[in-house]
């Protein structure tokens, strides 16, 4: 079965980091396009980060120079490095497996169940 | 960067047909693909491509594009189906991001 779990959340202080985590079964991460699209509570779905097959990262503006997208594929495992953590990204946060084919489209299939970043004093 | 545009909420009677919209500029070179997420789930694809359903989504729910604008369509809405809907594409500027439509609440009457 093809899944995704993902793990890390929490609440930290505005200014901290916290890493997630974001283990894959069923298919293999280096070999797949991986994001990460957040959800702030009550908002809509939001893009955060993408790491291509060959390695290549991008990201939103709203995280770039904060956020840090990787993978251990050893592990299995895709992860999402969050530093400078501001109220605002504040979200319930997806990892999920991007397929893209011709360059003329792409879809999110599957996605994990999400995990809950508070960031408060 | 681009952007999708979706109605914030529609409204359908048990059993008739309803059509979500998503238009933007990067639909001209990509299709969209959407999502269904109910409240305290994950999102659920449920088109993609050109009109593609994954394994499992009823066959109620089809896709088409035109132009800037990607449909979805719900032929004979059920209860189950009243739920949040997002359209997305990537972004066609060239910037390698991906955008998502701000969603669409769909209410099942």
């Known amino acids: 079965e093809v899944q995704l779990v993902e793990s890390g959340g929490g609440l930290v202080q505005p200014g901290g980091s916290l890493r997630l985590s974001c283990a894959a079964s069923?298919?293999?991460?280096?070999?797949?396009?991986m994001s990460w699209v957040r959800q702030a509570p009550g908002k809509g779905l939001e893009w955060v980060s993408v790491i291509y097959s060959g390695g290549s990262t991008y990201y939103a503006d709203s995280v770039k120079g904060r956020f840090t997208i990787s993978r251990d594929n050893s592990k299995n495992t895709l992860y999402l490095q969050m530093n400078s953590l501001r109220a605002e990204d504040t979200a319930v946060y997806y990892c999920?497996?991007?397929?893209?084919?011709?360059?003329?489209?792409?879809?999110?299939?599957?996605w994990g169940q999400g995990t809950l970043v508070t960031v408060s004093s | 960067s681009s952007e999708l545009t979706q109605d914030p909420a529609v409204s359908v009677a048990l059993g008739q047909t309803v059509r979500i919209t998503c238009q933007g500029d990067?639909?001209?070179?990509?299709?969209a693909s959407w999502y269904q997420q109910k409240p305290g789930q994950a999102p659920v694809l449920v088109i993609y491509g050109k009109n593609n359903r994954p394994s499992g989504i009823p066959d109620r729910f089809s896709g088409s594009s035109s132009g800037n604008t990607a449909s979805l369509t719900i032929t004979g809405a059920q209860a189950e189906d009243e739920a949040d809907y997002y359209c997305n594409s990537r972004d066609s500027s060239g910037n390698h991001h991906v955008v998502f439509g701000g969603g669409t609440k769909l209410t099942v009457l």
């Open positions: 990067s639909l001209r070179s990509y299709y």
């Open positions: 069923g298919f293999t991460v280096s070999s797949n396009y």
């Open positions: 999920a497996r991007e397929e893209v084919v011709a360059a003329k489209m792409g879809w999110f299939d599957p």
